[in-house]
């Protein structure tokens, strides 16, 4: 009896630190809700490329040192590190944010809209935060400042990892957290968190999915060589333009027919195709390129083998050749189960239980998988839509028009602040 009274005491004042460390997070986490938002803000009218973000960084570090951390830059190329000791012993919990922009040419009406211009692939173009980086740090930093207070009550070390390149550089064999990971960011860490603002999804919610989340992303270049004729007398050559529709078509039935769509979605699109040069010639060969989206190895494996077997035999029935390469990107983003059903009700403690919901499989890709890979992660998705809007008519990501709402940003300084302490409290 005195064990089972000891166990129940022990439980119930475990409860009331946690909901302590709670109400000082939000306290927190409220008060500097301005401060997040001014960086976000100045983030966004100062974008910088992938492995260019050296203003971002600098803002990044000097803050972390203001806590009091310690920090190292130069990490992966720009990527920023920082480290607080928590007062007592325990395990090392990792939070990521990503800091790069796009070659996007803003078109919003802002006080705040980006100046930056920069040179990409050969041409001049717009650089804009188009898919909520510019987010991710801020409240990060804000997170790195809610904890710093309370570091005494912390029972475990948290690692702030600010990478750069998520988006990738053409010019570079690898990038952002495969580039981190290689260096060795995360040979000390027992976990990994990070979050994505989402901008067809209401300010104030979380989504979240267990297992694969987000989609392993590939990509499909394919030459197909013909034989060159008179665009007159088309029987005197193979014509690699026809030969190309086939395929493009072909390559559909692979989604339809090969791929148990009732389990997981795939996607493989064309998205380029260049072939000739004049109305009246057939030209010698075409040239395609495309992206490839699919969840978990074994689906990766057969969309791939069949995309091989699907090209090559429309060619040779036509009597062209194929050249096909297929090049792995980013693996698909995969939610450990058990630290996601962990952290359910730190979730749902911060948004509201009503604001928490799972979310379909996501056919966009992150490099937060390659973290996953490594130790077990979890990634959600913040709103960044406003209330009541219509997520088929707010821009999406990676366009001119993209927008997100500033009101869910202390939701996801308070999130990332729960996820740590939740954690270092099993």
Sequence with gaps: MKKLLYLLTFISISIQAQTNLRYTIDQKANSIES???????????????????????????????????????????????????????????????????????????????????????????????????????????????????????????VKFIFQPAEEGVSEAEIFGAEQMVQEGVLDDVDAIFGLHIWSQVEAGKIGYRSGPFMAAVDGLNVTIKGTQAHGASPWSGVDPIVTSSQIVMGLQTILSRNVNITQNPAVVTIGAIHGGIRHNIIPEKVEMIGTIRTFGTQQQELVHRRIKEVISNIAESAGAKAEIDLSYGYPSTVNDPQLTSKMIPSMESAAGKENVFIMDPQTGAEDFSFFQKEIPGLFIFLGGMKKGGDPLTTPSHHTPDFF???????????????????YFED
């Design 35 to 157: 401060k997040v938002i001014d960086w976000r803000r100045d983030f966004h009218q100062h974008p910088e490329l992938g492995n260019q973000e050296v203003r971002t960084a600098k803002i990044v570090a000097d803050h972390l040192r203001s806590l009091g951390m310690e920090v190292t830059e130069g990490v992966a190329v720009t990527g920023v590190i920082g480290i607080l000791k928590g007062g007592r012993p325990g395990p090392t919990v990792a939070l990521r944010a990503d800091m790069d922009a796009l070659p996007v040419t803003e078109r919003n009406d802002l006080p705040f809209k980006s100046v930056n211009t920069a040179t990409y692939n050969g041409q001049e173009t717009g650089v804009m935060h188009a898919c909520g980086h510019d987010s991710h740090v801020a409240i990060l930093m804000g997170t790195a400042e809610v904890l710093a207070s309370m570091k005494e009550n912390l029972e475990g070390t």
């Design 404 to 422: 997100i709402e500033e009101s869910g940003f202390t939701l996801g300084v308070k999130t990332l602040s729960y996820f740590v302490v939740d």
